[in-house]
Nanobody, 121 residues
Framework: QVQLVESGGGSVQAGGSLRLSCAHS????????MGWFRQAPGKEREGVAA???????TYADSVKGRFTISRDNAKKTVYLQMNSLIPEDTAMYYC???????????????WGQGTQVTVSS
């Protein structure tokens, strides 16, 4: 059984930064590909970033150069560092674990409960 718990969301002004964390409980953490997704009200869930090994990452075009995904296998935690935040980044952010290196949500099997990020102008 895999459980994912996100933390680190909050409210920030445009231009600010937040660091999201996702703690994984259960076995086999290092075998999973990990991803961050977000969903704004009235919009579909979209992939933000995904990570396989420490140097194998992919990002949505909308966040490239601003967001950085990383993982600490010893702590079984994945992070999303978000810089230069803009109001369009406002959404519920979810962490997910799966067996494919992709930004497609359908490829992920396990999901956290989400953490809210709100960026004001």
């Amino acid at each position: 059984q895999v459980q994912l718990v996100e933390s680190g969301g909050g409210s920030v002004q445009a231009g600010g930064s937040l660091r999201l964390s996702c703690a994984h409980s259960g076995t086999g953490y290092s075998a999973y590909f990990m991803g961050w997704f977000r969903q704004a009200p009235g919009k579909e869930r979209e992939g933000v970033a995904a990570i396989a090994g420490p140097s194998t990452t992919t990002y949505a075009d909308s966040v490239k150069g601003r967001f950085t995904i990383s993982r600490d296998n010893a702590k079984k935690t994945v992070y999303l560092q978000m810089n230069s935040l803009i109001p369009e980044d406002t959404a519920m952010y979810y962490c997910a674990a799966g067996f494919a290196f992709t930004l497609r949500s359908t490829s992920y099997s396990y999901w956290g409960q989400g953490t809210q990020v709100t960026v004001s102008s």
